[in-house]
């Protein structure tokens, strides 16, 4: 097996012990970079040199024996909307967004204080504000299963250099589905926490209501190490919110026996295609042979969050690019612009409604979770589609569909992979808990992924015929 096709924290044990050092697998990392990046395209920066002298600082700590915990010497990598002091900061845009004065963001700033190698910056739709991660300015991301697929977006290239074994792990964005989209068309996992839940500080905004940061990795695990690593009260951060954060390892492994979960059924949520559809039915059968209570349900706000969500972004982020849209129209990829001149023309009057929406929206799913422990539905309606066949504007409406309500909510999600198609394409299933639940979140999510592994690898295999995937 290649040092790169271990998990995070199959990494981390061998850091530990000593058997494995920082820059071996900072070295095994670029390599594969080497080897698959060209036809990938998921970072926009690698800066091998700062990488390697992290790693040798990380060896030089752990010799000491100042050992920082399970990311000490973890190469790493984060999407390009993050601010980093020592790396350009680009939001996938042809303008610059962030000073080159203003540091770390604080979720940047956690890990390096963990002890992980950050090794570039990763490719994304621009300014976020699109789920194709097809760019004009840094080149269209490709899926590593079929790379004339898209990887989904707007943090297609955390989800693409994951799955093609180039990073351990990685920080992403969601403001309607941009970490569990991509996470689900390449898959591997991706949760979006609790709004508040993770600084937004230094990170590029799109919608100062809806963005939420948060973590993504090829396993449950090793997603709740990295939130361990980032989850924190910021007083600093207007959006954070101060409620106790959790130890996310230390119920993981507790199963769901007696849960009441719900499975979205209604004429929203069916609206998918039936491999999709055939791959969440195997996993709410896994739940009910775990020993959870299985009810199917209507969720009557669906398609109103998701077009209420959708609006909301396209305001704000109008609202923030406002000038530059006036000043250089001509910067902008054509889809993005049409979708900020979109979100121009909405009036404070209908912006207020939408507010008061959300608002009805959201207490209505704090009441439905007082009830259920988990809501279970498709990540995306389809598996990754090619790149280029069609408007990156329609396809936002369609991938954003299961996604979108859940920023709109504020409530944590998860993606993780639950099958394939006939095409080799990975599907994935979204669970959903009540605000500041990850921990539950992770324990659900890491039960199915051991029931459902033996599937999950004998289908994987035989995707890998024509895939880049290790």
């Known amino acids: 097996m290649a040092l790169t096709d271990l998990s995070l924290s199959e990494a981390a044990g061998y850091i530990q012990r000593r058997e494995v050092s920082a820059v071996e697998l900072t070295q ?5 970079i080497g080897q698959v990046e060209t036809q990938i395209n998921a970072f926009i920066g690698v800066f ?24 000490h010497g973890i190469p790493l990598a984060v999407k390009d909307l993050y601010a980093t002091a020592d790396m350009p900061t680009t939001a996938g845009a042809k303008f610059s967004l962030v000073s080159e004065e203003e540091g770390d963001a604080e979720a940047v700033r956690k890990l390096r204080l963990a002890g992980a190698v950050l090794l570039g910056k990763l490719n994304m739709h621009e300014i976020a504000l699109g789920v194709t991660n097809e760019n004009p300015h840094f080149g269209n991301c490709r899926n590593p299963w079929d790379t004339t697929r898209i990887t989904g977006g707007s943090s297609g290239g955390c989800a693409a250099a994951l799955a093609a074994g180039m990073i351990f792990g990685a920080l992403g964005s969601d403001t309607g589905g941009s970490i569990r989209i991509p996470a689900a068309l390449c898959g591997i996992v991706g949760l979006k926490p609790t709004r508040g839940r993770v600084s937004l500080r230094g990170v590029v905004p799109l919608s100062w209501s809806l963005d939420h940061a948060g973590p993504m990795a090829r396993q449950v695990r090793d997603t709740a190490i990295l939130l361990e690593a980032i989850a924190a009260y910021d007083p600093d951060d207007p959006c954070s919110v ?10 993981i492994e507790k199963g769901v026996k007696g849960w009441r979960i719900a499975l979205a059924d209604d004429d929203f949520f069916n609206d998918a295609d039936a491999q999709v559809l055939s791959a969440v039915q195997a996993a709410t059968a896994l739940f009910e042979q775990m020993g959870a209570r299985l009810e199917r349900v209507a969720i009557p706000y669906g398609l109103e969050a998701a077009q209420t969500n959708v609006r909301l972004v396209t305001c704000d982020a109008a609202a923030f690019h406002r000038e530059r849209m006036e000043t250089r129209p001509q910067d902008f990829g054509a889809d993005v612009l049409e979708r900020l001149r979109s979100g121009a023309t909405l009036s404070g009057g209908e912006y207020s409604l939408l507010r008061r929406k959300q608002a009805l929206i959201t207490r209505w799913f704090e009441r439905f979770f007082e009830k259920y422990d988990l809501l279970l539905t498709p990540t995306a309606p389809v598996t990754a589609p090619p790149i280029g066949e069609v408007n990156a504007v329609v396809r936002a409406r369609q991938l954003t569909r299961f996604t979108a309500p859940f920023n709109l909510s504020g409530l944590p999600a998860i993606s993780i992979n639950c099958g394939f198609s006939a095409e080799g394409l990975p599907i994935g299933l979204q669970m959903v808990a009540h605000h500041w639940k990850e921990a539950a979140l992770l324990q659900a999510a890491y039960a199915y992924e051991q029931a459902a592994q033996p599937h999950l690898e004998a289908s994987r295999k035989q995707a890998n015929i024509h895939s880049l995937i290790a």
């Not at 095994?28 to 594969?32: N, S, V």
């Not at 954060?245 to 230390?250: I, M, T, V, W």
């Open 28 to 32: 095994a990392c670029l390599e594969r």
């Open 242 to 251: 101060n409620v106790p954060s959790h130890n996310y390892l230390a119920h």
């Open 48 to 71: 091998a040199e700062q990488a390697l002298q992290a790693a040798r600082q990380a060896d030089a700590e752990l010799a000491r024996g100042e050992y920082r915990g399970a990311l």
